[in-house]
C-alpha cells in the first residue's frame, strides 16, 4: 500500500512511526512519502522513519496513493485546493469514469467532508478521521467515516489498516448525521485527553497541599487513572456500579463524591463535553463558509 501525508506534524509523524513498527515490510520507507513545506521538518522526518519528503503534491503523489490530510483545519481548505490543482493534470485525485482517483482520508477537525469534497474539484472517494493524542504511543482511539455512497469496502478496510497502527478504531455509520456526530467523537474522544489531564493535574494539586511528597504523589496519580482505566476495559458492569463498588457508605470516598455532587463537577464536565462539539459544529460552518 501506498500513502501520502499531506502535512507533516504530530500526528502525520504518529501515524507514519506505527506503520513503520507494525508493518516494517508492507510499509516500508519507499512506499510512504509526505508532503511537507517546512525543511526542517522533512530532514526529521526524513531520518526518523526513511521515508520521502517532498515540498509539493505533484512530485509525491502516486496514481494510487491513499492520501491522508494531515494539517491543520484552517489550513485544510489552501492544501485540499492546492493538491487539486497540481494533480489535475496527471488526472489523479478525482480520476477519470471508471477510475475513482485516489482515496482521501482527513484528520481534520471540523471540517466536513462535504466541504473537502468540493475543495478537490468533487472527489468523493472520501473518508473523515478523529485520532486522538495517545496515538503518539500506539494507544489512540479514531472514529472513522466514509461519505455515504462513495467508499468502497476496501477502501474501508484501507482506512481502518492505517489508523489501527495507532490504537483502536470505530466507525459512525450514520448518513444523514454522520458529519455531526463526528463533532460529537472529537468533543469526547479528540479533546478528551485534556479533561482526564485536568482531572490528574486537580489531583496532584490536592496530593501536594496534603504533603504528600512530590515523586510519591505522580505514581499515585498516574497509576490510579492506568488502573482504572484497566479494570473498566476489562469489566462488562456499567461505570456507575464500578464506582459504587468503591464508595463505602459513610468513608472517605463517599465524601469525596458528596463534594463533587454539590459542586456539579458531573453535570460540569457534561456542559463541557457539550460545549467543545457546539464549538466544532462552529468549525465546520466557519471552515466551510466560502470567503
Known amino acids: 500500500m501506498n500513502i501520502t501525508f499531506i502535512g507533516g506534524g504530530n500526528m502525520a509523524s504518529a501515524i507514519i512511526g506505527g506503520l513503520r513498527r507494525k508493518g516494517p515490510d508492507e510499509f516500508a520507507g519507499e512506499s510512504i512519502r509526505v508532503v511537507e513545506i517546512n525543511p526542517e521538518s522533512r530532514n526529521k522526518l ?9 515540498d509539493e503534491a505533484w512530485k509525491a503523489v502516486r496514481d494510487d496513493d491513499t492520501i491522508i490530510f494531515a494539517v491543520k483545519p484552517q489550513d485544510l481548505r489552501r492544501a485540499a485546493g492546492l493538491a487539486a490543482r497540481e494533480l489535475r493534470e496527471k488526472g489523479w485525485l478525482r480520476g477519470l469514469p471508471p477510475n475513482p482517483g485516489n482515496l482521501v482520508i482527513s484528520i481534520a477537525a471540523g471540517v466536513r467532508l462535504t466541504d473537502l469534497a468540493r475543495w478537490l474539484n468533487g472527489q468523493t472517494r472520501l473518508i473523515r478521521a478523529m485520532p486522538n493524542t495517545p496515538a503518539l504511543i500506539g494507544e489512540g482511539i479514531t472514529a472513522l467515516y466514509p461519505l455515504p455512497g462513495h467508499v468502497s469496502q476496501a477502501d474501508m478496510q484501507k482506512a481502518e489498516l492505517i ?34 489531564f ?6 496532584e494539586q490536592a496530593a501536594n497541599e496534603l504533603r504528600l511528597p512530590s515523586d510519591v504523589v505522580r505514581k499515585l496519580v498516574i ?5 482504572a482505566a484497566r479494570l473498566v476495559a476489562g469489566s462488562a458492569d456499567p461505570l456507575s456500579v464500578l464506582r459504587e463498588r468503591v464508595t463505602s457508605k459513610g468513608g472517605t470516598t463517599e465524601a469525596a463524591l458528596k463534594s463533587m455532587a454539590k459542586d456539579q463537577v458531573k453535570d460540569a464536565i457534561v456542559r463541557a463535553v457539550k460545549a467543545a462539539n457546539d464549538r466544532g459544529r462552529e468549525l465546520g460552518d466557519e471552515l466551510g463558509r466560502d470567503p
Do not use: I
Request: hydrophobic residues 50%; contains cysteine; glycine residues 12%.
Open 198 to 203: 485536568l482531572f490528574m493535574e486537580a489531583m
Open 223 to 227: 497509576q490510579t487513572f492506568v488502573g
Open 46 to 54: 526524513e531520518k526518523a522513519f526513511g521515508v520521502a519528503c517532498f
Open 163 to 196: 489508523l489501527g497502527a495507532v490504537g483502536q478504531t470505530v466507525w459512525v455509520r450514520d448518513e444523514k448525521e454522520g458529519d455531526d456526530l463526528m463533532n460529537a467523537v472529537t468533543a469526547v474522544s479528540g479533546s478528551g485527553p485534556a479533561y482526564v
